[in-house]
């Protein structure tokens, strides 16, 4: 993406609805798919971490280390976040690591990334035996709209179509769910209107009215709960949740 992009969503992100919300929901569904922290803790990888808006949320999980090809976006996580950071990418240029992790973390990276089958399988091999890789991506074709352009996305995938680029990783699908399922309705009626030209957009990321942000994140924020016992059929993302299988003795 391109420094102004970064440098818009450095001054939102820790107070704009989107990404509040998902923390939320990535905080409880991560959380029931780790196993116990082994007697030296967790080594937690966050790949693509951009300007850091959820190295506080992984440092929760253990011990984390975090990766990002943009300098711009490298330098501003490293302001406050205490994280080792590196330069690398998907993927063929991720640093080499002493051992592997017990979580890793792509939260909106592979639509970025051409080769985004060779990338599921570089990060699946940096998992340790029983370690788990969660991954978000945008959702549904039709809804492609200039904020993924802006953003430099590659696609937006289907369910089956991102189950299918973990088919040769080695790893076992735990979860696999659509979410930000509450606000689809509004959100595609925006992105169609765009698209067919009826109102503009600029693409960029603004924070709303604090009202208003406040309310759009306690909405999306909630489906924390509903993930616990379901999986909505729609949403205007994915989330899978993959394990490495632990190695018979």
């Known amino acids: 993406m391109e420094d102004a992009v970064y440098l818009e969503m450095s001054a939102v992100e820790a107070r704009h609805w989107w990404f509040v919300g998902r923390r939320r929901i990535l905080q409880a569904e991560i959380g029931r798919h780790l196993a116990p922290a082994p007697s030296g803790g967790r080594r937690v990888l966050e790949v693509g971490c951009g ?3 959820n190295l506080d949320l992984l440092k929760g999980f253990g011990s984390v280390d975090a990766i990002e090809p943009n300098a711009t976006a490298r330098a501003l996580a490293a ?10 990418g998907l993927p063929d240029e991720l640093p080499q ?6 979580l890793i973390a ?12 060779a990338s599921i399988e570089a990060l699946a091999a940096r998992l340790q035996p029983g370690g788990v890789l969660a991954v978000t991506v945008p959702a549904f074709a039709a809804l492609w ?3 993924d352009e802006r953003h430099h996305h590659k696609r937006r995938y289907s369910r089956r179509g991102l189950k299918e680029i973990f088919r040769d ?3 076992e699908i735990a979860r696999l769910t659509y979410f930000n399922s509450f606000l689809f309705p509004v959100a595609a009626t925006v992105r169609l209107a765009e698209r067919a030209g009826v109102i503009e957009s600029s693409g960029a990321d603004r924070l709303p009215p604090e009202g208003l942000n406040s309310l759009l994140g306690g909405i999306f924020g ?11 059929p729609f949403g205007l993302s994915l989330l899978l ?4 299988p632990v190695e018979p003795v």
Do not use: C, N
């Open 145 to 147: 709209s200039r904020h």
């Open 97 to 102: 690591f002493a051992a592997g992790f017990d």
């Open 51 to 53: 300007t850091g808006g």
């Open 241 to 244: 949740i993959a394990r490495r």
């Open 169 to 171: 990783s080695g790893l």
């Open 79 to 88: 302001r406050s976040s205490g994280v080792a950071l590196h330069s690398g």
């Open 222 to 232: 909630s489906e924390a709960q509903l993930l616990r016992w379901t999986s909505p």
């Open 106 to 117: 792509a939260f909106d990276v592979i639509e970025h990334v051409e080769a985004d089958k």
